[in-house]
């Protein structure tokens, strides 16, 4: 196909740039040609993400839509972005996915309802189990704010937010993942970020989620029902984020 041509020969381009110039810059703010060229393609996405997300469809996104109809030169550009980190996560396409719909909390009197969502059915499964004993235990649960991710709309996410991080790459990254690199596009070590029935999810302050009964309930039985924190507090490179739980390995549940 020939997006995966144009792919190939951009990433034959930037493997032959890096052994002949020696160059270990990162590249990080984008220079005003590829500013032209982002704002294009967002604006191109423009004509068709919103109707994906508000359909509740757009965590399923694969790159083929991504690519459809834009230039060589955008689709290059997304190439070179995807070229940054050596791809870990690979797109998945066998995978059975629960859709998780109707989920609402009620924050400031209001009710707030989620956009639909998306879990590997055993980790749904395992969750649905885990939530089941924590309502029992403290008469309350939590709810999905983001599950599955494909890496094409973990890329589309973090172009979509790279204007608000003055065009820096690296800035960016602090609160974005690159494509390939989020645990939440990894179906095998699946990641839910949770939100509480009083929409509290430590967006704003991390301690606000960490003070939860619903947290403490989670670090001392979590790993009963197969999940572990991914980013604890006071790990080295990495922010704590106590509200991001993944699920053991697919491969060895029953
Ligand atoms: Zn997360």
Not at 23 to 51: F, G, M, N, Q, Y
Not at 88 to 94: D, N, P, Q, Y
Not at 121 to 135: E, H, L
Not at 146 to 155: C, H, K, N, V
Request: glycine share 6%.
């Amino acid at each position: 196909m020939r997006f995966t041509k144009v792919k190939n020969q951009g990433m034959i381009l930037l493997f032959i740039l890096f052994s002949f110039c020696g160059c270990k810059e990162k590249w990080d703010v984008l220079s005003e040609s590829d500013r032209v060229i982002l704002k294009r393609t967002l604006a191109h996405w423009e004509t068709w993400v919103p109707a994906k997300k508000e359909e509740g469809s757009a965590p399923l996104m694969t790159f083929e839509e991504l690519y459809q109809g834009l230039h060589s030169e955008e689709q290059d550009f997304l190439n070179r972005v995807r070229a940054i980190e050596p791809v870990k996560i690979e797109e998945t396409k066998k995978i059975h996915f629960q859709k998780i719909t109707g989920q609402t909390y009620e924050k400031n009197g209001k009710r707030e309802t989620l956009g639909p969502q998306y879990l590997p059915q055993p980790v749904y499964r395992a969750y649905q189990r885990m939530m089941q004993a924590m309502q029992r235990d403290l008469g309350k649960n939590l709810l999905i704010e983001s599950g599955y991710r494909a890496p094409a709309f973990q890329l589309y996410t973090f172009l979509y937010y790279l204007p608000h991080h003055a065009f820096s790459i690296v800035e960016t990254r602090r609160w974005v993942a690159l494509p390939g690199l989020s645990e939440h596009g990894n179906p095998q070590k699946q990641a839910l970020d949770f939100i509480n029935q009083a929409g509290v999810n430590g967006d704003d302050h991390a301690e606000d989620f960490e003070e939860l009964e619903e947290y403490k309930w989670l670090q001392a039985h979590a790993h009963e029902f197969g999940f572990e924190l991914s980013y604890p507090r006071a790990t080295k490179g990495t922010t704590f984020e106590p509200w991001h739980w993944r699920y053991g390995d697919l491969r060895s549940i029953r």
